[in-house]
């Protein structure tokens, strides 16, 4: 797929990710619209790309309301004329410990996580059904199979959308020309993980690239890096009393945060 000229959407545009797939994409001569909440950051990032002689715009909003969501695909829809690709990845990583089980952590992660890409694609999909062509690429995660100590409420968010994504894809193409695109990170040195110490992170730069490369290719999954994606999808294997005798601690990460008993 060449990205010249197309309309590109990306949520999540002010982040560790979003903001170098919007530079790398500024380069393809993309038109570009850009949403996340904080305002002056995406007013920086625009000037600096419309400066650079590429189309940006940008709408801020707050992907836990759907109203939000629903005027800034309008604006984007109305000052181009199309929406060819979104490019989603507005997120939130919180752990939600055991010793402090805490429903309304798990109901923040799926708001941000899940259901702030349902509305996105609740209000692309009318758009892209009538252009009769599109894609739309949420960001889950590479382990969203099986459960991680300490990270639930993250986990089971991106679950959630990798299982909505994988119901929606196949009908979407044959009916409607709609590429649905599950981009799957391993860990990925953006302000998200700073704090955590992650093994084999790599740059944000590079998975953007990947990411842009992927959507090219009009690849179903993109899942990075090789080293982490065989050893999640190894442990995927596991059966329970194997999986369940891997580290705790281990697996909640350097940095995790230590809490006493509510
Ligand atoms: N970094 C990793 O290792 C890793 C691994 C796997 C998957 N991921 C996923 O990849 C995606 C990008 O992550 P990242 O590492 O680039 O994160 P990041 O640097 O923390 O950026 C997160 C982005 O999401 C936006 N955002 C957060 N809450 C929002 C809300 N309520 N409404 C609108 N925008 C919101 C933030 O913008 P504002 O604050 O301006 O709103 C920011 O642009 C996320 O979905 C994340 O879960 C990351």
């Known amino acids: 797929m060449n990205l010249n000229g197309k309309v590109i959407l990306i949520s999540g545009a002010t982040g560790g990710m ?38 940006c715009i940008f709408k801020k909003g707050d992907v836990k309301n759907i ?31 055991i010793q402090t089980f805490d429903g309304s952590i798990i109901k923040n992660s799926m708001e941000i996580n899940f259901m702030g890409d349902v509305y996105f694609i609740e209000h692309l999909l009318p758009i892209m059904k009538s252009q009769k062509s599109g894609t739309i690429a949420v960001t889950s995660t590479l382990p969203d ?19 909505l994504m994988e119901s929606l894809r196949a009908e979407a193409k044959q009916r409607y020309n709609i590429n649905m695109i599950t981009v799957k990170p391993g860990s990925v040195k953006t302000p998200m993980i700073e704090g955590y110490h992650r093994r084999g992170a790599i740059q944000a730069d590079r998975a953007a690239e990947l990411i842009i490369k992927g959507i090219k290719k009009e690849k179903k999954v993109i899942q990075f890096p090789l080293g982490q994606v065989l050893m999640i999808r190894s442990m995927d294997r596991l059966p329970v ?22």
């Open 241 to 262: 009393f194997a999986y369940d005798k891997i580290d705790i601690e281990k697996q909640k990460c350097d940095g995790y945060p230590v809490v006493e008993e509510k």
């Open 67 to 97: 109203d939000d969501i629903k005027n800034a695909v309008e604006f984007i829809h109305k000052s181009y004329g199309r929406i060819d690709i979104a490019i989603l990845t507005a997120g939130v990583l919180v752990p939600n410990p």
């Open 145 to 163: 199979r099986r459960g991680v100590p300490g990270w639930g409420a993250y986990g089971a968010s991106k679950a959630a959308l990798s299982w």
């Open 18 to 55: 979003g903001k170098e797939i919007v530079k790398l994409l500024s380069k393809e001569r993309s038109k570009l619209a850009l949403f996340a909440r904080r305002e002056e950051k995406l007013k920086e990032i625009s000037d600096e790309i419309n400066n650079n002689g590429t189309e």
